[in-house]
């Protein structure tokens, strides 16, 4: 299990058009992967899951990751995060 910890910079949170890209690039990995923020944990590759948390611009979440590419899906999705626009 990989675990980083990660502030989203990105313009409009995990909202919109971020949500989708965000969710694609989770699913390019065959790791199981989680979003936890404020106690809440849901499956980064659930479309559904990401929009209700309702993350915004500024809120750090964990994301945590198990699997054989887990170090490598932990660190492309918060390279996505830390973007302005992407």
């Not at 969710?23 to 990995?29: D, G, H, M, P, R």
């Not at 199981?32 to 209700?52: F, H, P, Q, T, Y």
């Amino acid at each position: 299990m990989y675990t980083e910890k990660t502030v989203v910079k990105c313009e409009s949170g995990l909202h919109n058009k971020q949500a989708i890209s965000f969710i694609q690039k989770a699913n390019e990995f065959r790791s199981s992967i989680w979003v936890e923020a404020d106690d809440r944990k849901i499956n980064a590759k659930s479309l559904l899951g990401v929009m209700s948390m309702g993350i915004t611009t500024g809120t750090e979440i964990s994301l945590i990751a198990d699997g054989v590419d887990e170090e490598a899906a932990v660190k492309a999705l918060a390279a996505l995060l830390v973007k302005d626009i992407y």
